[in-house]
C-alpha cells in the first residue's frame, strides 16, 4: 500500500485481496497526496471489503456523492420512495 507518482500526479496503488486497485489523488502535491491517501484507502477497503453496511452513498448538493447513516429513519424514507418500474422481456412489472 503505498502512492507513487506517474508523471506530475500522485498516486494511491493498493492491494485488496490479491486484487491491484490504483486510483489517481489528482494532485502534484506530495503533502496533499498523503493526506488525500487515508480516507480514499478506507472508503476503497470499505466498499471492496464490504465491511461497511449501516452507511449509504447518496447524491448531495452538486451531484457530489456522500455518506449518510443507515438507521431506522433512513431505511423509512427509502422505503416511502417510488419505484421505478422493472422491465423484464419487454414487460413492465
Do not use: C, F
Request: charged share 40%; aromatic share 4%; no cysteine.
Amino acid at each position: 500500500m503505498s502512492i507513487s507518482r506517474h508523471g506530475k500526479i500522485w498516486w494511491l496503488d493498493i492491494r485488496v485481496k490479491g486484487k491491484r486497485i490504483r486510483r489517481s489523488l489528482k494532485t502534484e502535491n506530495r503533502n496533499e497526496a498523503l493526506a488525500r491517501y487515508a480516507p480514499l484507502r478506507e472508503r476503497l477497503l470499505e466498499k471492496h471489503l464490504g465491511e461497511k453496511e449501516d452507511e449509504i452513498w447518496i447524491k448531495g448538493k452538486g451531484d457530489k456523492l456522500r455518506t449518510i447513516p443507515l438507521n431506522e429513519t433512513t431505511q423509512e424514507i427509502i422505503a416511502r420512495q417510488p419505484r421505478p418500474p422493472v422491465v423484464i422481456n419487454d414487460a413492465v412489472r
